[in-house]
């Protein structure tokens, strides 16, 4: 179903954002608590990592349709 | 006759004299008249007067003029007799001369009781002689006298009675004659036999004839000799037992002359009646038989005869020398007479003479006996007076008697001679018969050879024509029976031909409407399975649940295919399913509507996603212009898309309004008008419209194609 397909990309988005973003997050914890003595711009910057991880694999997941890639346009 | 047509003459002369000498008299009219009457009658006269005279011209007119007969018979009384034919004559005559013997003869023609009294005359006639001897050389030839004058007495009535006799006869002997020719063998068998016997029996009958004239010889010159010779009286004695023995001799034989001539006589009479009978059986062939033993007959009957005048002769003689003797035994009666007044004790007997006088008787017999001499003398010399006198009138006897003799020998010797001519005569007529036969045979012959051979040409060629003729009927009858039964026979088979050809259309025709039949039941059957099929497949739509397909159409377009293999279209058409359908199954309609509402929010959601935006901001701002965007939710579509009504929003609405009014073709036609992202969602809805409006295209058609062929084979054509 193609409907939902986009659903399934969006569960998958959100999967992933959280689970990024929860990384990021871990991530940044851990290392805001190892590395950076508790600062919190690890875990900012984990959770934006995370994020904007998740954001772009999410965009690059719903963009995936409409890229081209370099061997169709050798087909063609 | 000339002195009656003399009379006549005159008769009518003086007639017309006196018709012409008559004045004129008031009578006149019937004196007018008087000359043709006078004619008239002297005529009639004349006739009768010449028939009078003349009987044949008497029959003449008889024959010629009807009537005539009476008036001959009224005035000349009845019509002379017949001519007695000759025939008669002949059989008369012979009788007559056979019978005219004096001697013991008999006529075995004669009536049975005149026979049988003349069976009991000679029959006393050999009795006779024997008792008594002296008397016997006196009897016999009184009883053949008396026999003779008997015969001459029954001449006449035998001769009167043998016409009826002989018709009788003849009538018996027609009625033999009656009998078929088959009497010939018969005939001539009894022919030869009655003419061996007759022969015999002639034979016998001169041979006991000559005997007797023998006898009749001896006898009279014994006799002549007794009388004339003077022997001593022993030898006279020996000489009159000669003589006795002679005349016994001459009895015996003359008997048994007599009898066989008799004998003879009947078995010629029977032969004369066989031969009669033969005659009158009027078969030719034993003509030549009938003549032999007629002449044979007749040469019996001349020897017979001959021998019987012989005997006759010698018996006239012996009469003479008899009668000789009876005066000498007169004499000798009378001087036995004398001698036996004179000498009683001896006995009268001739015979007894012999050996029974003694000496005195002798003595006293000479005495007598001289004493009868000179009587004898005296008598002789008286009688040599009037011995002239006897003489002559002896002579006269005898030249009577001559003359008699002469006269039945010359009627005998004619009626021979007559006899002989006759069968002579006969002879010859047989040969001229016989050769005129053999003549006309060949003649006959020849004629039938030629007629024969006339005939079979005659018949040849009627033959050739009658067969020609025949041929040609056959042939032309042959030919119309023919043309006949070949028309009967075409119109026959032109009547069956069209028969058959008629039941032949007409089984073409219903084995056609039974093809067409069976064919449209075929189509009907097939389109029904078609349709069934169809309805099944249609059914198999229906089996779709709210979300899920319905049955894989396979089986349903396998049913298609296979019930009907040979419906092309129905084939183009069953393969012309897509195979989602057929393995997977279609959504229904109604599901896809349901669908439809998911896909139109997330399309709208998306709406600006395209390959060129298709950030995720971008994700967000479609989702805050969907939320944001308020428009109808179904739009009716217009009938031409301009290009702004391929916005994203727009197309939904229509979509939305063609999917509430049911017509998904339209919604698919307006999703397949998305772009970007919405196309992308709606991608897989439009795949599913698609096939399912494939597939109801396609079982549409081939419903409405079913419903069609079934309409069309359920439609009278």
């Known amino acids: 179903m193609s409907e939902k397909e986009l659903g399934q990309k969006w569960d998958r988005c959100l999967a992933d954002a959280a689970i990024k973003v929860g990384a990021g997050l871990g991530l940044g914890i851990v290392f805001s608590v190892v590395f950076f003595k508790r600062r919190t711009f690890p875990i900012a910057f984990g959770t934006g990592t995370g994020l904007g991880m998740a954001y772009s694999n999410c965009q690059n997941d719903l963009r995936s349709p409409y890229l081209v890639h370099s061997n169709a346009t050798k087909e063609q | 006759a000339v002195n009656l047509w003399i009379m006549f003459f005159f008769f009518l002369s003086s007639q017309n004299c006196l018709c012409g000498k008559v004045p004129v008299h008031p009578l006149q009219h019937c004196r007018r008249y008087t000359s043709l009457q006078i004619k008239f009658g002297g005529g009639l006269g004349g006739t009768i007067l010449y028939a009078k005279w003349d009987p044949k011209f008497r029959a003449n007119v008889e024959k010629s003029v009807p009537y005539s007969d009476q008036l001959f018979e009224m005035t000349l009384g009845p019509p ?10 002949p059989v008369k005559a012979e009788p007559l001369q056979i019978s005219s013997v004096s001697e013991a003869s008999k006529d075995s023609k004669q009536p049975k009781p005149k026979s049988k009294a003349k069976e009991k005359q000679p029959e006393p006639a050999p009795v006779d002689p024997k008792p008594a001897v002296e008397e016997a050389p006196a009897l016999p030839p009184q009883t053949i006298e008396a026999e003779e004058c008997h015969e001459c007495a029954s001449h006449e009535p035998a001769v009167k ?51 007797a004239l023998t006898a009749i010889g001896t006898h009279t010159h014994r006799l002549r000799e007794a009388m004339d010779s003077e022997d001593p009286p022993d030898k006279k004695s020996a000489q009159w037992r000669e003589l006795e023995d002679a005349l016994s001799e001459r009895t015996r034989a003359v008997d048994q002359a007599g009898q066989s001539l008799l004998q003879a006589k009947e078995q010629l009479e029977k032969l004369r009646v066989v031969i ?7 078969i030719e062939a034993a003509r030549p038989q009938i003549l032999a033993a007629e002449e044979n007959l007749h040469s019996m009957i001349v020897d017979l005869d001959k021998v019987v005048t012989k005997v006759q002769a010698a018996q006239t003689e012996a009469k003479i020398v008899s009668q000789y003797s ?13 001698l036996s007044s004179i000498t009683p004790e001896v006995q009268a007997n001739w015979k007894g003479l012999t050996g029974k006088l003694s000496a005195d008787d002798l003595n006293s017999l000479i005495a007598h006996a001289h004493r009868r001499i000179d009587q004898l003398n005296r008598e002789l010399a008286e009688q040599r007076v009037r011995e002239q006198i006897r003489i002559e009138a002896a002579l006269e006897q005898q030249k009577h008697e001559h003359q008699r003799a002469v006269d ?20 010859k007529m047989q040969e001229v018969r016989e050769v005129m036969e053999a003549e006309m045979r060949t003649q006959l012959r020849r004629q039938a050879a030629a007629h024969t051979d006339h005939l079979r040409d005659v018949l040849k060629v009627q033959e050739q024509e009658l067969r020609e003729e025949a041929q040609e009927a056959l042939s032309s009858k042959m030919m119309e029976q023919e043309t006949q039964h070949r028309r009967l026979a075409q119109e026959q088979l032109d009547s069956f031909t069209l028969d058959m050809n008629s039941a032949y259309a007409r089984l073409k025709g219903m084995e056609e409407a039974i093809d067409s039949h069976v064919v449209a039941e075929e189509e009907a059957r097939k389109a029904h399975q078609l349709w069934l099929s169809v309805e099944a497949l249609n059914y198999t739509l229906k089996t779709a649940a709210a979300d899920a397909p319905t049955e894989p159409l396979e089986g349903a377009v396998r049913t298609i295919k296979e019930s009907c293999a040979e419906n092309e279209f129905a084939q183009a058409l069953a393969t012309a399913l897509p195979d989602e359908s057929l393995t ?105 419209a698609r096939l399912t409006l494939e597939t109801k295209q396609v079982v549409s058609l081939l419903s409405a194609y079913a419903n069609a062929v079934g309409l069309g084979t359920t439609q009278a054509p």
Not at chain 2, 173 to 180: F, G, P
Not at chain 2, 326 to 338: I, M, R, S, T, Y
Not at chain 2, 602 to 618: G, H, K, P
């Open chain 2, 326 to 338: 009876e005066l000498v035994n007169e004499a000798k009666v009378q001087f036995q007479k004398e």
């Open chain 2, 584 to 688: 997977r199954g279609v959504y229904s309609e109604a599901s896809l509507r349901a669908r439809f509402y998911g896909v139109r929010r997330l399309a709208r959601r998306v709406a600006l996603i395209d390959e060129t935006r298709n950030s995720l901001y971008q994700y967000f701002l479609s989702y805050l212009q969907s939320i944001l965007l308020f428009e109808k939710e179904q739009e009716a579509p217009p009938t031409k898309l301009a290009a702004q009504d391929l916005d994203t929003f727009k197309l939904l609405a229509y979509a939305t309004y063609s999917i509430e009014r049911g017509d998904l073709e339209l919604a698919a036609k307006f999703v397949n008008q998305l772009h970007g992202e919405s196309r992308r969602v709606a991608q897989d809805w439009l795949k599913e």
């Open chain 2, 276 to 282: 009669n009978g033969a005659k009158e059986s009027k």
């Open chain 2, 408 to 427: 039945s020998a010359v009627d005998k010797a004619i009626q021979h001679n007559h006899e002989q001519l006759r069968l002579e005569q006969e002879k």
């Open chain 2, 80 to 89: 002379p007799p017949p001519f007695i034919p000759m025939q008669k004559k």
């Open chain 2, 161 to 211: 009675e043998r016409p009826g006799e002989e018709v009788a006869a003849r009538l018996a002997q027609q009625d033999k004659a009656e009998q078929d020719c088959c009497m010939f063998s018969a005939l001539s068998f009894n022919l030869e036999d009655t003419l061996g016997f007759s022969a015999k029996l002639t034979l016998q009958a001169i041979g006991a004839q000559e005997a």
